[in-house]
Nanobody, 122 residues
Framework: EVQLVESGGGMVQPGGSLRLSCAAS????????MSWVRQAPGKGPEWVSV????????YYADSVKGRFTISRDISKNTLYLEMNSLKPENTALYYC???????????????WGQGTQGTVSS
């Protein structure tokens, strides 16, 4: 079955950085678009970024453009999210998602990981 395991979360001060990783298995990683979705406390899921199957095309939510970078290492079946210049409002549980979370009508139709917590606080 599809397995997505996020790691790399933690607590940083405002302006700091975190690098999240997602280890993927159970499907052909090289043929799947991948996304990052986050959920802040008390709020609904928010799409953050998406990358195409090859890594050649990336897209970002307006709120993170210029600060976050999505990438993938096909040989390692691993997805990454580099988060820089972090703000307290970026505090959320960050999920790795198989597919185009920016496009599908129903997010629950996609495979999600368990999430990794990113906390930005002074």
């Amino acid at each position: 079955e599809v397995q997505l395991v996020e790691s790399g979360g933690g607590m940083v001060q405002p302006g700091g950085s975190l690098r999240l990783s997602c280890a993927a298995s159970g499907f052909t990683f090289s043929m799947s678009a991948m996304s990052w979705v986050r959920q802040a406390p008390g709020k609904g899921p928010e799409w953050v970024s998406v990358i195409n199957y090859s890594g050649g095309s990336t897209y970002y939510a307006d709120s993170v453009k210029g600060r976050f970078t999505i990438s993938r290492d096909i040989s390692k079946n691993t997805l990454y999210l580099e988060m820089n210049s972090l703000k307290p409002e970026n505090t959320a549980l960050y999920y790795c998602v198989r597919g185009r979370a920016d496009y599908v009508r129903e997010l629950r139709s996609l495979a999600w990981g368990q999430g990794t917590q990113g906390t930005v606080s002074s």
